[in-house]
Each structure stands twice: as structure tokens, then as C-alpha cells.
């Protein structure tokens, strides 16, 4: 079956150091990929999409990368900070309706 | 300014009630979503609907119902053949285009007294 999944249910990350998470997708091939921030008790906040046949996508201290052959998408936050603590879910398109991963879960520690 | 408006922010139940909540948006947006999202289960699709009068069911639409009368407003109604509603609910909508992102709102956490 197609899924999306993302690694890890909690992530700790010093302040100042760059955080990775990791979105995996298998047995399908999405178009885009869509990445979404979520605090507790509050809807998703979308932050950025990466369309397959870009490699990169930057906003501010945000990166997105795609790898189509590793079929993962990259999410980077650089100088991380404890403001940027919270969930952040990927996303594809499917079949006009989005797919979201579980999320993971990223403390920022000062 | 736009956005999406779920009511209420709270919401209890009794047994055997049904329950609607309510998605307002002012967005223009034509998609409009429904997801339940329960600890360690991410979102999952409740039903959608991408235009007027007409919508579908999503992954986990048994116990729900919904409606889609007005463009601006799609109303969840949980019935009593939902037998662990107890969840937070969230609404979002979109253009419709795969390539455009979803707008939520603040979400509306469902208990059972």
C-alpha cells in the first residue's frame, strides 16, 4: 500500500544546531510534497511545498530537499530555536485529498 | 482578515447524542476537509467535499455526517453510531489545486461526559 511515513516520534536538538526530520514515502511516487508546522491545541500552519522535480526549497531558516531516488524528503531547520519547538507534519497529494505523516514531534532545548 | 473559524473549542457529549460542529471559512476557498487527529495517529480523513451539494467520504467517515450547502460552511455532524468520538477535530480547506496548500483552523476537541 502507498504510505507516508515519518521517522521518529520525538526529537531533541540543542539550541543554535540545525534539526533534521525525515519524511519516507513508499510504493508510490508523489507530485509534491508539503511540509506543515502544528502546536498543541492549534490547527497545522503550512510552511513549505517541494514539487518532485525540484531538489531544494528555502524559506528564511527553513530547507526542504527531495530525493526522489531515496524517496524521502529532507526538512531542515538551521540555529534552531526554542520558539521553533512543535510538531511538524509532511503531506502529499493524493487522489484530490491530502495524506498526512503522524508527524514528529521536535524540542528545541536551551 | 481570511481564515477558518471552527466553533466550539470545547465540546462535550452525552451517550447516544448526536453532535454537530461547526467550519466557517472566508477564504473562497471551493475544498473543504474534515480530520480527526487522536495522539500518535496524525490527521485522518473524516470526509471532504470540493465543491457545493456534493462530497465524499474520506478514510474514517462511519458514525459521521456532513453537509455542504453553502460554499463557506461544512458542518460535521458525529452521531451516536460513532463509538469513540472522543478526539480533536479539525477543518481545513484549499483552492482544490494539489499544489496549494491547506488552511486549517484551531480545532475543536470532542469529549464524552
Known amino acids: 500500500s502507498q504510505k507516508i511515513e515519518q521517522n521518529s516520534e520525538a526529537l531533541n536538538i540543542q539550541e543554535g544546531k540545525t534539526a533534521t526530520l525525515t519524511c519516507n514515502y513508499t510504493?508510490?511516487?508523489?507530485?509534491?510534497l508539503q511540509w506543515y508546522r502544528q502546536d498543541p491545541g492549534r490547527g497545522p500552519v503550512f510552511l513549505l511545498l517541494?514539487?518532485?522535480?525540484?531538489k531544494e526549497k528555502r524559506k528564511e531558516r527553513l530547507k526542504v530537499t527531495f530525493d526522489t531516488t531515496l524517496k524521502q524528503s529532507l526538512f531542515h531547520i538551521t540555529a534552531s530555536q526554542p520558539a521553533d519547538s512543535a510538531t511538524y507534519l509532511c503531506?502529499?497529494?493524493?487522489?484530490?485529498?491530502?495524506?498526512f505523516g503522524k508527524g514528529t514531534r521536535l524540542h528545541i532545548l536551551p | 482578515d481570511g481564515g477558518i473559524t471552527q466553533s466550539p473549542k470545547y465540546l462535550f457529549r452525552k451517550e447516544g447524542q448526536n453532535v454537530t460542529l461547526s467550519c466557517e471559512q472566508n477564504?473562497?476557498?471551493?475544498?473543504m476537509y474534515w480530520y480527526r487527529q487522536d495522539p500518535g495517529q496524525g490527521l485522518r480523513l473524516i470526509y471532504y467535499?470540493?465543491?457545493?451539494?456534493?462530497?465524499q467520504k474520506g478514510d474514517i467517515a462511519e458514525g459521521y455526517s456532513v453537509s455542504r450547502e453553502k460554499k463557506e460552511s461544512f458542518p460535521l455532524t458525529v452521531t451516536s453510531a460513532q463509538k469513540n468520538p472522543t478526539a480533536f477535530y479539525l477543518c481545513?480547506?484549499?483552492?482544490?489545486?494539489?499544489?496549494?496548500?491547506?488552511?486549517f483552523g484551531d480545532g475543536t476537541r470532542l469529549s464524552i461526559l
Open positions: 481545513a480547506s484549499s483552492t482544490g489545486d494539489g499544489n496549494q496548500p491547506q488552511h
Open positions: 510504493n508510490y511516487s508523489p507530485a509534491y
Open positions: 517541494i514539487r518532485e522535480n525540484e
Open positions: 503531506a502529499d497529494n493524493r487522489d484530490d485529498k491530502i495524506i
Open positions: 477564504l473562497n476557498h471551493d475544498a
Open positions: 467535499s470540493q465543491i457545493v451539494n456534493d462530497f
